[in-house]
C-alpha cells in the first residue's frame, strides 16, 4: 500500500448531505440588494440590483441548484419577462453581460466569477471589497472589479467553504478550502477575515490547472533533469519515505502529481489532505479530507 500524506491546518465543519436548496441563497441574495437610501451611481449595478430583485421574487425558495443547467434555463426565461415587463431594451452585449452578472450574485462567486471563467487568470486576488486583483502570465495587475462592500466579500466566502464543510467566522476567522463546483472547481482558496484582515475581508484562489504539468514538461521548463526524475521514479517504486516542503505557490502539489504517476497500476493509493488538491491517474484511489472541529468543539479529524 502506497500512502500520499498532506497536511496543512485549515478550519472545518462536518459537510452537509443532500442536495443544496435554494432558500438560504435567496436569502443571502436579499441582502445583498437591499433598497437604496439614494440612487446607485452606476447606472448598470442599479439595474442589475432591480433585476435581481425581481428575480429572487419569483424563484421557488425549493429549487434544487445541483441542476445548474436547469435553473440557470428557468433563470433565464424570468430575465426575459422581467425585462419584458419593465420595459427594459438593451443591446445584446449589454443584456448578456446584465445576465450572466445576475446568475453570478444567485449561481456563483458574484463579482469575480467572470475572472474565475478566464483560463488566461491565474489566480484571483480579493483585498479587500474594493481592491481586486488577477495574475495573469505571471503578472499581477489590478482590475476594476469591486464588491459592495465588506459584507459582500463575507458572503461570498461563506458560499466557497459551506459546501465543504468549513466556516470562516470570528472564532476562526481564516480559512484554506477548495472550490467545489463551477469553471474553477478543484482550486484552492484561502480567505482571512476582519480582525485579521485589516482592509477587510481577503480571498485568494489559486486557479486549478485543468491539465496536469507531464514528466516531460517538468525537464523541458527546467525544474528537474531527467537523472533526478528518474531517480526519484525509483525512489517512489522502492517506497520510500519522500518529503515534500516549500512555501505557497512553489509547486508542492505539482511535484506530488508527478510522483504519484510513479506509483504502479496494481498498488492501492491512499491520499489524505487538508484540501483535496491531487490529481491521480491511477483508478485505485482512496481520497480524504480532515475536518476541523464544529462550533460546538466537536467532530475534528486529524490527519
Request: hydrophobic share 40%; proline share 7%; aromatic share 4%.
Amino acid at each position: 500500500m502506497s500512502l500520499l500524506r498532506r497536511i496543512e491546518g485549515a478550519p472545518s465543519l462536518p459537510p452537509t448531505a443532500g442536495t443544496r436548496p435554494l432558500s438560504p441563497l435567496l436569502d443571502e441574495a436579499r441582502t445583498l440588494i437591499p433598497t437604496p437610501v439614494k440612487p446607485p451611481t452606476d447606472q448598470f449595478d442599479g439595474l442589475r440590483q432591480r433585476v435581481q430583485q425581481k428575480l429572487i421574487a419569483e424563484l421557488d425558495p425549493k429549487l434544487d441548484l445541483s441542476q445548474t443547467a436547469q435553473v440557470r434555463r428557468l433563470i433565464e426565461d424570468l430575465f426575459t419577462a422581467i425585462l419584458e415587463q419593465e420595459g427594459i431594451v438593451l443591446p445584446r452585449a449589454e443584456r448578456q453581460k446584465l445576465f450572466e452578472a445576475t446568475v453570478a450574485e444567485i449561481l456563483g462567486l458574484g463579482p469575480i466569477e467572470p475572472l474565475l471563467s478566464d483560463e488566461t487568470i491565474s489566480e484571483v486576488m480579493v483585498n479587500g471589497p474594493h481592491n481586486v486583483w488577477i495574475e495573469r502570465a505571471g503578472k499581477l495587475l489590478k482590475t476594476d472589479i469591486s464588491f459592495q462592500n465588506n459584507d459582500h466579500v463575507l458572503r461570498v466566502i461563506d458560499r466557497i467553504v459551506s459546501p465543504i464543510g468549513r466556516r470562516c467566522d470570528e472564532s476562526t476567522p481564516y480559512v484554506d478550502g477548495r472550490l467545489t463546483e463551477g469553471p474553477a472547481a478543484g482550486s484552492r482558496v484561502h480567505a482571512i477575515i476582519p480582525p485579521l484582515a485589516l482592509d477587510g475581508p481577503t480571498i485568494t484562489i489559486r486557479k486549478f490547472r485543468k491539465d496536469r504539468i507531464t514528466d516531460e514538461e517538468y525537464c523541458r521548463y527546467g525544474t528537474v533533469t531527467t537523472d533526478m526524475l528518474a531517480f526519484l521514479e525509483a525512489a517512489v517504486e522502492a517506497k520510500l519515505n519522500i518529503i515534500i516542503s516549500g512555501g505557497t505557490g512553489s509547486g508542492k502539489t505539482t511535484l506530488l502529481n508527478i510522483l504519484s504517476g510513479f506509483i504502479p497500476d496494481d498498488e492501492r493509493i491512499i491520499t489524505i489532505e487538508d484540501a483535496a488538491e491531487l490529481q491521480l491517474r491511477q483508478e485505485h484511489v482512496v481520497r480524504m479530507e480532515t475536518r476541523r472541529a464544529n462550533i460546538e468543539g466537536k467532530g475534528e479529524i486529524t490527519v
